[in-house]
């Protein structure tokens, strides 16, 4: 089909999730499909409490696509630093920040950017202290945008 003009080819149908993707991997080719990479969000349930300082730039969230916080114990704040946002790993990278029902007011997580890093523009914190509330973060490889916010 290299051959031809996209305009030759026939109409294109509806994708059922079976049909193969070839990927080549160094010099194997392997496949899959839309059914093996489709929602492939990778989500840490982390209990926050007070005082606590979480790296999040160590290598139990290097995958982390999604933090599901539970907050434990007394009132307080957590802070969690973002990973470096120079990193390759963090270049276009994506992360969310979602809380179940045990945040209120008097408990709260601090997503702070790293050490001479900024967090929109600021390196400030972004406070997350209700329930229910989120927040999704993009690094451009430079430093981290917040991209959305639910609250």
């Known amino acids: 089909m290299a051959d031809h003009k996209i305009s030759e080819l026939t109409d294109a149908t509806t994708l059922t999730g079976t049909e193969q993707i070839p990927l080549v991997q160094s010099s194997t080719t392997k496949k899959a499909t839309i059914n093996d990479i489709t929602n492939h969000i990778i989500t840490v349930a982390k209990t926050a409490s007070a005082d606590e300082v979480v790296d ?81 973060v993009w690094s451009d490889g430079i430093e981290w945008f917040i991209v959305q916010k639910k609250a």
């Not at 933090?67 to 992360?95: E, M």
């Not at 979602?98 to 890093?117: C, E, L, Y």
């Open 56 to 136: 999040l730039d160590s290598s139990t969230y290097e995958n982390a696509m999604m933090i599901k916080l539970t907050w434990d114990g007394a009132s307080g704040t957590a802070t969690y630093t973002l990973p470096d946002a120079t990193s390759s790993n963090s270049t276009n990278r994506v992360l969310r920040f979602i809380t179940d029902s045990t945040f209120s007011a008097s408990t709260r997580v601090d997503i702070t950017p790293a050490s001479g890093q900024n967090l929109d523009g600021a390196t400030s914190s972004y406070e997350i202290n209700k329930a229910y509330e989120g927040i999704a």
